[in-house]
């Protein structure tokens, strides 16, 4: 690890010639980039984890460093370094932070034009189901690919083609996903990636707004996956009310790899703003259940984010994804507010009303330090998962220390 930071301590000197500066060559191009990335530690501590009597205790070091040039014609470009190593564990690790690992992270060219953009090669993706997962991790999550969109948040067409992928306990790429890492998921062969296209539109009324969005997502030789959603929002109404629907569906491909998938969900979520900080949400997520021979009764496979993360699900633990927790009604109830300038927290309690008949409670925190101190951060979540069949909770705490530049 020490060759580890001394690279990344030589490009963060290197940051000092990212000022303002005219580019008029390629030359400027280069000397006036700039480097950005984290150094993180990471300590997770598990308790009866996953309900598998088994206790889990790893803390891990390392980040990742990316230098960024200037833009040229509208051509910028970025490469990267990344890596964690292993500084303690208990009797059991736990597995995305047990590796040591090395290698290239982030690495692509992109051109932008006014609100056209393109990039290609290994980057951060924040699609539904192929996001960053890596946000309270060590390392990032990358994708290998190429994306295209026109637009901003809101009102947009996306086109992305993923040929790879990069998990944050590895440290290189492959046409694996996560299935493959589940030993129960049936699952081992290669793909040769996905494809995307989404299209987002949002209306400003007077004292309203409607946005909406539509994804299409094609899993190579493993399914179809198609996500919609819809928010209104009320500026003018006290509390400040937004009201959210969504549905997902999901199908499998003519190789159907997985079997047959037929995965239906539907969900709505409420979020006010009781005070000018409080923040409180309320989501629902119905998961229609399928005994016809359907993959998991009917839920969704997600190949990027399965294991990992619930991504657009209203109503989801933390712990844990809603998708990989069998077909049936999910309910979150989640209430976030800063206290004071430095401190934002939170707390978040959900029901999965499924064969799994699971409570999860959990509370979380950040603390952002300022002064000579400035991009320092600490974090903590945790939490306790509950299951009507297994006498022993779940408890989980995750303490993480990183400095963002």
Known sequence: MKVTFAILGGLLSASAFANDCAVSNVADMLTCGKVEGSLRINSYSLNNAYFASTSQDTTTAGGYATYKTAPFYGVTAGVGIEGQRRLAQGAHNVSELSQHTFGLGEAYINWMHDLFSITAGNQKLNLPFVGDYSIYRVQPWLYQGVDAKYGDT????????????????????????RLNDDPYSGYSSRTDGLTALGLGKKFDLPNQYIKGQFWVEHYSDLLNLYYGEVNIGFKQTPWQPEISLQSIYGTDTQDAKLGNINSKSFGAQVKVKPTPTLTWRVGYDHVVKDTNSAWLEGSLPTPYAHNTSSDPYFAQPFFTSTQDLGAGNFYTTEVTSPLGEHLFAGSRLTYADTNKDMYELMFYGFYNFSGRFKGLSLSEFVGAQKQQSNGHPFLQNRLALSYNF
């Open 154 to 177: 809101d009102n947009f067409v996306r086109l992305t083609k993923v040929n790879k992928y990069k998990s944050y306990g590895d440290d290189d790429f492959s046409k694996s996903n």
